[in-house]
């Protein structure tokens, strides 16, 4: 059974299946949410509120999601390519959508040893 996670404010409720996250990008007290289907949703929730939101609500989907410094969260089975020293992470959605980010070397030097270890 897929797991969901549901935004709820005074005027409109979201559901997002877990596999339909792709990732999540905070701006201040706002969070874009990029799901599989291009669909953007824009969310006055800060990342960390997000990343607990996920955790509570999708416990086994969680695992799949990694906060990537402080401003990104994203589904690692979307990962296709990081690179620290160009602060550059691509990811793909299932369609084959294409986005380039941006992180700090630091945080993409962090994911890139995190995935390596995860192919041992």
Known sequence: MNEWLTLS???????IAA???????ADGNYTTLVLADGDRRLVTLQLGQLERMIAQQMPQASQGYVRIGKS???????????HPGKGLLELRNPAGSKYELTASREALKALKEMLERNMK
Do not use: N
């Open 9 to 15: 404010t005074s005027g409109d409720l979201l559901r």
């Open 19 to 25: 596999d339909e996250l792709v990732y999540a990008e």
């Open 72 to 82: 990104l969260i994203v589904r690692l089975e979307s990962v296709r390519y990081v």
